[in-house]
């Protein structure tokens, strides 16, 4: 009994499917609910139910399916709404789906770049702002830095302090340093005039001196009478030796180009 119930309940269902009319299933369904595009084309994809071989029109024009029932078409747009029909129908009835797609028009466009261009001088303003307001908050940082920081001195404060001319890392004074000398003795020559004698020709003198008739008569006969006999003396004196030169004072500086 049970058996035949059921038997009979399939063959309600088969006789049921057999005699339904084809069904449209969209790939995408997010096309059939206010679909937007900047594109002048949309392709419409999904399948059909092939039971009894149904005929597909999108908008009219027949599409064709694959064995499954596969379908894709290019349909194209004009600027604003597209009405879009899809229609499957069959000797057991039709199936419908409609929708509208919307392709952008040339003054959503230009009210498209017009909100962009809007929206972006907006932001340039607003960064533009918020710079001039970093600005003003790092002076006045750095202000109060500068304010707050010691005075160079070159000796006690020699680094992280203020002059007159900036800010530096580092301010040493060094002092001048005076030259290192010693002195040497030094000796010169000069000749002295000793006394004065008869020169003879071959550059001898007379050994007495002799001014009368003969002298130098063995050396050639008189040069000069009374020519004067000279000797070296020593003549001592210093000299002063520079060890290392002077040093003129000078300060070592290294500016801080963070608060220039």
């Known amino acids: 009994m049970i058996t035949a119930i059921l038997v009979g309940f399939t063959l309600l269902i088969g006789v049921v499917g057999y005699n339904a009319p084809p069904s449209i299933s969209l790939s995408d369904n997010s096309i059939a609910t206010g679909y937007r595009t900047d594109d002048d084309f949309v392709v419409i994809a999904g399948d059909i139910s092939t039971l009894h071989s149904p005929e597909l029109l999108i908008n009219g024009k027949r599409v064709s399916a694959d064995a499954s029932g596969n379908f894709s078409y290019r349909l194209t747009l004009e600027e604003g709404d597209t009405d879009v029909t899809i229609v ?85 004074y060094h002092p001048a340093i005076a030259a290192k000398t010693h002195q040497e003795t030094e000796i010169t020559y000069r000749e002295e005039v000793t006394g004065y004698c008869t020169l003879c020709v071959d550059g001898t003198y007379s050994p007495s001196c002799a001014t009368g008739s003969g002298a130098c008569s063995w050396h050639g006969g008189v040069a000069q009478w009374n020519a004067p006999r000279t000797s070296r003396a020593a003549v001592y004196g210093g000299k002063l030796i520079v060890d290392e030169p002077a040093k003129e004072a000078y300060y070592d500086k290294v500016i801080d180009r963070q608060f220039e």
Request: with cysteine.
């Open 88 to 172: 499957a129908k069959s000797e057991k009835g039709d199936d419908m789906q409609h929708f509208k797609v919307h392709r952008t028009t040339a003054s959503e466009f230009a009210e498209r770049k017009k909100i962009a261009e809007e929206r972006k001088k907006a932001a340039e303003e607003k960064a533009t702002k918020a710079k001039a307001v970093a600005k003003e908050k790092a002076e006045k940082a750095k202000a109060a830095a500068f304010e707050a920081m010691p005075v160079c001195d070159g000796t006690n404060v020699t680094s992280k302090c203020k002059a007159d001319d900036g800010i530096y890392k580092t301010y040493v």
